[in-house]
């Protein structure tokens, strides 16, 4: 059975640093990454990367998060520097297993960036 925990969400202030590490296990995935929910708002990708890997973010992200991936290991990483208030979020590690594309999600964890 595939299974996903995340870990490593927090209470940080603006400015500051946090670190989110998803582990997967019990296939091979083709992507592997993270998605957010806001309050009042829908789920929306945050940075994903593919095996070789490709990376994607969005861009209010780009230049403050990194993706990582570690094929051997089956681990997504999220490294956010410089949170703002509005990342404050529920952040959800996100896979796709080979070789027909199922998806599963982590359980979901809060982030909360305090001005």
């Known amino acids: 059975q595939v299974q996903v925990v995340e870990s490593g969400g927090g209470l940080v202030q603006a400015g500051g640093s946090l670190r989110l590490s998803c582990a997967a296990s019990?296939?091979?995935?083709?992507?592997m990454g993270w998605y957010r929910q806001a309050p009042g708002k829908q789920r929306e990708l945050v940075a994903s990367?593919?095996?070789?890997?490709?990376?994607n973010y969005a861009d209010s992200v780009k230049g403050r998060f990194t993706v990582s991936r570690d094929n051997a290991k089956n681990t997504v990483d999220l490294q956010m520097n410089s949170l703002k208030p509005e990342d404050t979020a529920v952040y959800y590690c996100y896979v796709n297993t080979y070789p027909y594309g199922t998806e599963y999600w982590g359980q979901g964890t809060q982030v909360t960036v305090s001005s």
């Open positions: 990367a593919t095996r070789r890997p490709n990376t």
């Open positions: 019990g296939s091979i995935f083709n992507v």
